[in-house]
C-alpha cells in the first residue's frame, strides 16, 4: 500500500513590534533609519571626495617656530635620487655609507638620517651644515653602475610627476672602443633591461641601442659626458631616444603609436 505525503505550505506571520525613538540608542536609532535601497550617507562611504578645503591657522609664534625650523633643516639637509632607479631604503643607506661618507677625505660628512621619499626620493640630514655643503659639491656621485644626484632641499619638496617608461637608447657616432662599455654608459641614464648583442655590433659596425627603464622621460639628458679613452678629459656624446609616445621614427619617419609599433629588434 502507497503512502501518499500530501506537503502543505503554512504562511507564517511576523509581527514587528517597532521601538519609539526615545526606546533606542543613538546607535540603534541611526542603524535601524538606514534602508538598504537609500542612499548612504557620505559618513558611511570610504571613496567620498571632499571639494572643500579648509585652512589651518597657527599662532603666529607656532609659525615662527615652523619656520625657524625649515631654515635650519635648509641648511643641512639635502635631496637625493638615484638616476633610473626607485631602490628600497636599505639599498640607498648602503651606497650612501660606501660612497658618500669617507672619513679619510671628507671627515665633516657625517650623516643623522636617511629618510624615503616617493618616487625614489629621499632626503638626507646631514649633521652640520660644511658636511652637506661638501656632498652638495661631490654630486653626482658614483654609486656602482649608477649616478646619486643631490639637491637642495626644501620643505615641501614634490618629486616631479611622470610615469616610468621603457625607452630605446642610441649613442649616434659613439666610438667603437667604447662598444663593451654600454652598460656602464646607459645607466647613467636608466636601468638597462635589455641590449643589443655587442660581438654583432662591433662586427657589423651598427650603432648599439639598449632598452632601458626611465622613471621621468621629461628628465632624460640630450648628451653625456663621457671620460676619454685617454684617461684625461672628458667628451660630449649625443643621446637619441625611441618609443616615446608622439615621437617620429628615426627608421620609417611615420608618427610612432607609444612608440612601439615601428621599433625592430636588431
Not at 85 to 93: A, G, N, R, V
Given at each position: ?32 533609519n ?14 567620498i ?23 635650519t ?7 637625493g ?6 631602490p ?58 649608477h ?12 618629486p616631479?610627476?611622470?610615469?616610468a617608461?621603457?625607452?630605446w ?80 621614427c ?17
Amino acid at each position: 500500500m502507497e503512502t501518499v505525503v500530501e506537503v502543505v505550505e503554512v504562511e507564517v506571520m511576523e509581527t514587528v513590534v517597532e521601538a519609539s525613538p526615545e526606546d533606542l540608542s543613538d546607535e540603534e536609532f541611526n542603524s535601524n533609519n538606514i534602508s538598504s535601497s537609500s542612499t548612504p550617507s557620505p559618513s558611511l562611504t570610504s571613496d567620498i571626495s571632499y571639494p572643500h578645503s579648509l585652512p589651518v591657522i597657527f599662532p603666529p609664534d607656532v609659525l615662527e617656530q615652523l619656520r625657524q625650523n625649515a631654515v635650519t633643516l635648509g641648511k643641512v639637509s639635502l635631496i637625493g635620487h638615484i638616476a633610473g632607479e626607485t631602490p628600497p631604503l636599505d639599498d640607498i643607506q648602503t651606497w650612501i655609507n660606501t660612497y658618500l661618507i669617507n672619513p679619510n677625505l671628507y671627515p665633516q660628512i657625517q650623516i643623522n638620517q636617511v629618510f624615503l621619499l616617493s618616487q625614489g626620493y629621499f632626503s638626507i640630514e646631514f649633521s652640520a651644515q660644511e658636511g652637506a655643503d661638501i656632498a652638495f659639491s661631490l654630486s653626482p656621485i658614483q654609486c656602482d653602475n649608477h649616478l646619486m644626484f643631490l639637491h637642495a632641499w626644501t620643505p615641501n619638496f614634490s618629486p616631479p610627476p611622470g610615469e616610468a617608461s621603457l625607452l630605446w637608447v642610441l649613442f649616434p657616432d659613439l666610438p667603437r672602443i667604447y662598444y663593451p662599455y654600454l652598460e656602464y654608459i646607459a645607466n647613467t641614464i636608466g636601468r638597462v633591461v635589455w641590449q643589443s648583442d655587442k660581438a654583432t655590433n662591433f662586427q657589423r659596425g651598427l650603432p648599439p641601442k639598449i632598452r632601458i627603464l626611465v622613471p621621468d622621460v621629461r628628465l632624460l639628458p640630450g648628451s653625456l659626458s663621457i671620460p676619454l679613452a685617454t684617461g684625461e678629459g672628458w667628451f660630449d656624446q649625443r643621446v637619441s631616444y625611441e618609443g616615446m609616445s608622439n615621437q617620429i621614427c628615426s627608421r620609417c619617419k611615420n608618427l610612432t603609436i607609444a612608440g612601439e609599433d615601428v621599433i625592430v629588434e636588431e
